[in-house]
């Protein structure tokens, strides 16, 4: 089993950037696909992006592929989402996701067992 943390929420103008991060502890890091994941207020939880186990490979929502990078350090045992030309559209709880099978595609939150507690990004406009 794995505990997940995210941080680095906050309130930010339209064009800023945040960076989230999600610690994780517990088993061991590097044997989980890490997922990132936003829900916004009324809307369901939407996948963002997804990292394989090394880092090697990930994979974004159409929305946000070119505005947000997700990387990795497993010595850390750290996933980050860099997100840059933040919009009053990317106001949401940003949730990171632990799971065990990684691949090229989006994916449906069930398929993550494993969740933090979430992290609220405001972007102000």
């Known amino acids: 089993q794995v505990q997940l943390v995210e941080s680095g929420g906050g309130l930010v103008q339209a064009g800023g950037s945040l960076r989230l991060s999600c610690a994780a502890s517990?088993?061991?890091?590097?044997?989980?696909?890490m997922g990132w994941f936003r829900q916004a207020p009324g809307k369901e939880r939407e996948f963002v992006a997804a990292i394989s186990f090394s880092g090697g490979s990930t994979y974004y929502a159409d929305l946000v592929k070119g505005q947000f990078a997700v990387s990795r350090n497993n010595t850390r045992r750290t996933v980050y989402l860099q997100m840059s030309s933040l919009n009053s559209e990317d106001t949401a709880v940003y949730y990171c996701a632990a799971g065990t099978t990684y691949q090229s595609r989006t994916y449906y939150p069930d398929e993550f067992p494993y969740w933090g507690q979430g992290t609220q990004v405001t972007v102000s406009s």
């Open positions: 517990g088993r061991t890091f590097s044997s989980y696909v």
